[in-house]
């Protein structure tokens, strides 16, 4: 139960956890304990090693290198000797090499074969001449990259040099049967050490005998026993040190908790214990509460950790839960920083939930009203009222910019209470604007078509200040182009920067005539999430004041949209006129480009694809765009397939996934396990290719 001593500094070992006994962890071939060993007058001779010299020794527990002293050699009394490693230089000769680990006097000695125990490795190779495919030994932490951690082996794949620094990726051999971790990214790069390969002992000369008996001056860095404060013991640690106090000091005081395994003094308990338990000790996290435990024949207890007036009391309407979820699908289709229209969402479209506009692809931030980058500029933005100094005109509208306001609390709005500046997405959005910034003035575009488009999203909120806005949910409008920013002084008092958007897409927008008839004949409906059940409208009014069934978001959007249909009799007329017109709700068919056919009808290899994908033309753009994506995509990335390789089964892979299946020793089509060959030709379908990107606009940007 008393804690061990933190390691020092220079200990090669990350803690005092001691190496299982020899019995149990070293070769299994060990039939006597070390004790008898060691007192046995006589050592066997090696062809490469004697007594005295410092080597490096692969240890059991860790699998990595620790520079040890060889204190004894004796023959292998097992039957049956460890398989060799092909890898390795030598092959194992039936001697058992007993060695002490430096700096571990708490270490019992270890007993490897030939093929874990090495000369010792001192000369350090500088950074420069540093080639691919040295095999080094280097410093790496498996479970914290960016920590010191033990030795190993490094097969170095690739060395990169440039104005961030420099960058070393290879191949780490772990543990004793050589697993290798793939692509490393090794940190300390001052500290890489030549492997020594083996000398026998009749090749030595007088040098290099004195040099492997004599103990290194300087030991290898090692990994901490604690990252948090650097195995500093004059700093007080709560991570390595007593969880109350912090110290580190009085350790045949400390308890050890038999659950966390974390130590307390006994004096720093409450109340402070005076003698050592006899049992198992639990810390007071760990410790389980007696007045809690049911007993047989009792009653469930009242927990007062779980009363209602612990719980908590916030009132703040949080959705239903919608307006905190997380999204289920991701649009693979264009990368997040894809500028102009989504493929397959059509204007017009309209979601109940913000999230399914973030899995459509169209605006990814579930909360923000801007997405963009400060250094490419904005892709997407919602129009929801949340601005004062808001004005919209449907083709064209002013749009206030983000910040300037208190969010602190998890708040969604607050009022104005500071001036805003053009950075983030404010300067996001003016990188839009076919202008050279300016972030005092503001500035006008020359040719403001020029500009990079923006998606605009309305909000159903924003019907109260504009009749542009849908009746409920969120609806696709279109592109829009910046033609000016500039900075101002808001209704609040505080500077806010405007910026002036335009209309520039060739659909026609949601709210004229044509875009409604458009609408209704491509069959546009509120798209609600999957599973999502909606509320029952009928007699709302009268089911709400007098029941006792909750209110839902489903009522309040209802109660927050009649106004607005009722106060606009141009609304209610042009709905009307598309109802009473038969002709203006039938669905027209998707017809295919003359350029998409022809693209399609030269892919021979994927003609039965292409033909089960032209029945889906009937249900419109988005049903035949949603077949495409799924007949085409790669069965190892699950997106459309990028320089699509159509193997002689019928399927198509991405070029760069079945390479990594190569690089596997995996010679099999991915998706039938059909045999390819290793000599296998991986040449790219171009004209599917050309096609999926007539179709994909952008699909293969950062791929």
């Not at 270490?107 to 874990?116: A, C, M, R, S, T």
Request: with cysteine.
């Amino acid at each position: 139960m008393v804690r061990a001593a933190v390691a020092e500094s220079n200990s090669p070992k990350k803690s005092k956890v001691t190496i299982n006994s020899i019995k149990e962890t070293s070769t299994p071939c060990s039939s006597s304990t070390t004790s008898s060993t060691l007192n046995e007058d006589n050592s066997e001779e090696s062809k490469y090693f004697k007594v005295g010299d410092y080597v490096d020794v692969k240890d059991y527990t860790y699998g990595s290198w620790f520079i040890s002293k060889l204190i004894k050699i004796k023959k292998d009394s097992c039957a049956v000797n460890k398989p060799n490693d092909p890898k390795s230089p030598v092959e194992n000769d039936g001697l058992v090499y007993v060695a002490e680990i430096l700096r571990c006097p708490e270490e019992p000695p270890i007993e490897v074969q030939l093929q874990e125990i090495r000369p010792h490795a001192f000369d350090i190779l500088p950074f420069e001449k540093l080639k691919t495919n040295d095999r080094v030994l280097m410093n790496y932490n498996v479970d914290y990259p960016q920590e010191r951690g033990y030795w190993y082996d490094v097969l170095v794949k690739e060395i990169k040099t440039n104005r961030r620094g420099r960058d070393v990726i290879g191949d780490v051999s772990v543990g004793l049967d050589n697993a290798v971790l793939k692509n490393c990214h090794l940190m300390f790069l001052d500290d890489i050490y030549i492997v020594k390969p083996y000398q026998l002992l009749s090749e030595r000369t007088p040098e290099d005998d004195k040099i492997i008996q004599t103990e290194p001056a300087v030991m290898r860095a090692a990994a901490l026993y604690c990252i948090k404060c650097k195995d500093n013991l004059n700093k007080s640690c709560k991570e390595c040190g007593c969880r109350v106090c912090g110290g580190k000091d009085n350790e045949d005081k400390q308890l050890m908790c038999d659950e966390c395994n974390h130590p307390y003094h006994m004096e720093c308990l409450t109340p402070p214990l005076k003698e050592m338990p006899r049992d198992d000790w639990y810390c007071p996290s760990c410790k389980n509460d007696e007045n809690e435990i049911v007993k047989a024949g009792e009653k469930l207890k009242v927990s007062k950790k779980k009363t209602p007036e612990s719980m908590s009391t916030s009132k703040r309407d949080w959705g239903k839960g919608m307006a905190c979820v997380g999204r289920t699908k991701k649009c693979n289709i264009v990368p997040s920083n894809h500028f102009g229209p989504i493929p397959g969402v059509e204007v017009g479209t309209t979601w109940l939930f913000r999230v399914q506009v973030s899995e459509a692809g169209i605006h990814r931030p579930p909360v923000g009203g801007i997405h963009g980058r400060d250094n490419q500029g904005a892709f997407s933005i919602v129009l929801s009222g949340g601005y004062e100094d808001d004005v919209d005109n449907g083709d064209e509208f002013l749009y206030t910019g983000s910040g300037g306001r208190d969010l602190s609390g998890n708040k969604r709005t607050a009022l104005q209470s500071c001036d805003q500046e053009l950075t983030r997405y404010n300067r996001a959005l003016a990188l839009n604007c076919n202008a050279k910034i300016d972030s005092e003035k503001g500035a006008t575009a020359v040719d403001w078509k020029k500009g990079k488009p923006v998606r605009v999203v309305r909000n159903y909120k924003l019907c109260k200040h504009s009749k542009y806005a849908p009746d409920l949910g969120n609806r696709y409008d279109g592109l829009y182009k910046v033609i000016k920013y500039y900075p101002e002084t808001g209704i609040s008092g505080f500077t806010v920067w405007r910026f002036v958007l335009r209309r520039d897409d060739p659909t026609p927008a949601p709210w004229t005539a044509q875009g409604k008839k458009r609408i209704a004949q491509l069959g546009l409906k509120l798209i609600y999430p999957e599973n999502y059940i909606p509320a029952v409208t009928n007699d709302t009014k009268s089911k709400l004041p007098g029941s006792k069934r909750k209110r839902t978001l489903q009522d309040a959007d209802i109660e927050d949209n009649e106004q607005c249909k009722n106060n606009d009799p141009k609304r209610n007329s042009s709905e009307r006129e598309v109802a009473d017109n038969p002709e203006k709700k039938s669905k027209i068919c998707y017809e295919l480009e003359k350029e998409a056919e022809t693209l399609i009808t030269a892919d021979v290899a994927n003609t039965k694809y292409w033909e089960d994908c032209k029945e889906y033309l009937e249900k419109g753009k988005k049903a035949f765009l949603d077949r495409v994506e799924e007949m085409f995509s790669c069965i190892c990335c699950q997106e459309i397939v990028f320089e699509p390789i159509t193997t002689e089964c019928s399927h198509n892979i991405c070029k760069g996934c079945l390479r990594r299946s190569f690089n596997a020793d995996v010679f099999q089509c991915p998706s039938c396990r059909a045999e390819l060959g290793k000599s296998y030709p991986m040449n790219v379908n171009v004209k599917l290719a050309k096609t999926l990107l007539f179709l994909f606009p952008g699909y293969n940007l950062d791929r």
